[in-house]
C-alpha cells in the first residue's frame, strides 16, 4: 500500500517554463513533507521541504505547496534550468519515538528539461 | 564540513556470501538511517539509529539484517547469507535532532550492492 504516491513517472518541460510535480499521501499522521532531487548513481539530495502547518514555502526557484485537505503537494521550479533534469522524489515523515523521522517515499518523477 | 560517505560503492557478492556496507555520517549527527532502493522504486526504510541504538529496526526484511552502530557514529550494515533478491542501493542518511521534528536528512551516495 503507497503511502506517498507520485503519479507521474516522467515529465518533460522547455527551458525557461515552469515544472509542477506532484505528490498525493494517503496517511494523514504525516506532518513534514521533503522534495529530494536524484542524479544517477549519487544519493538523493535535498531540495525544500515544508510543515504541514504551512501550505507555501518558497527557496529561490523551488516553491512547494501543500493542500493539506486534499492530501497533496507539488514542487514548482521556475524557470526551469536543464541541470535541474533528474528524478525528484516526494518523502513525507511523522513523528515517531525517540526522535525518529524515518522517510516513506514515492517512486520518483523523471524530469526532463530541454534546451 | 564532509557529507555522508558510504563504502563500498559497489559491491559484487555470490549468492550465500556475507557482505558488509558502511556508513559514515556527517559529524556531530546522531540520527543516522538506512533506506535501500531497489531498480524503479523509491528508498524503503530498514533501521534508525538514535546515538550507539537501533531506535527502529522495523524496516529490516528478515533476520539476515543486522546493523550496528557502537560508537554512535559509523555505522556497518551486515547481510548474511545474501540472495539476489537483496540487489539494490543501500543509502544511508543522518541528520541533527537538534531542531524540533524535521531534521533533514543528509544522504550518501549509495552502496550498489549485486548478488550474482
Known amino acids: 500500500d503507497q503511502q506517498v504516491k507520485q503519479n507521474s513517472p516522467s515529465l518533460s518541460v522547455q527551458e525557461g517554463r515552469i515544472s509542477i510535480l506532484n505528490c498525493d499521501y494517503t496517511n494523514s499522521m504525516f506532518d513534514y513533507f521533503l522534495w529530494y532531487k536524484k542524479y544517477p548513481a549519487e544519493g538523493p539530495t535535498f531540495l525544500i521541504s515544508?510543515?504541514?502547518i504551512k501550505d507555501k514555502n518558497e527557496d529561490g526557484r523551488f516553491t512547494v505547496f501543500l493542500n493539506k485537505s486534499a492530501k497533496h503537494l507539488s514542487l514548482h521550479i521556475v524557470p526551469s534550468q536543464p541541470g535541474d533534469s533528474a528524478v525528484y522524489f516526494c518523502?513525507?515523515?511523522?513523528?515517531?519515538?525517540?526522535?525518529?523521522?524515518?522517510?516513506?517515499w514515492g517512486l520518483g518523477t523523471s524530469l526532463a528539461v530541454n534546451p | 564540513g564532509a557529507g555522508v560517505s558510504q563504502t563500498p560503492s559497489n559491491k559484487v557478492t555470490e549468492k550465500g556470501k556475507y557482505v558488509e556496507l558502511r556508513c559514515d555520517p556527517i559529524?556531530?549527527?546522531?540520527?543516522l538511517y538506512w533506506y535501500r532502493q531497489s531498480l524503479g522504486q523509491g528508498p524503503e526504510f530498514l533501521i534508525y539509529?538514535?546515538?550507539?541504538?537501533?531506535?527502529?529496526d522495523s524496516g529490516l526484511p528478515n533476520d539476515r539484517f543486522f546493523a550496528v552502530r557502537p560508537e554512535g557514529s559509523v555505522s556497518t550494515l551486515k547481510i548474511q547469507r545474501t540472495e539476489r533478491g537483496d540487489s539494490a542501493v543501500y543509502l544511508c542518511a543522518s541528520s541533527s535532532t537538534s531542531g524540533g521534528g524535521e531534521n533533514t536528512q543528509y544522504f550518501g551516495p549509495g552502496t550498489r550492492l549485486t548478488v550474482l
Open positions: 515544508i510543515s504541514s
Open positions: 559529524s556531530g549527527h546522531t540520527a
Open positions: 518523502a513525507a515523515s511523522r513523528s515517531y519515538a525517540g526522535n525518529n523521522r524515518k522517510l516513506i
Open positions: 539509529f538514535q546515538g550507539t541504538g537501533a531506535a527502529d
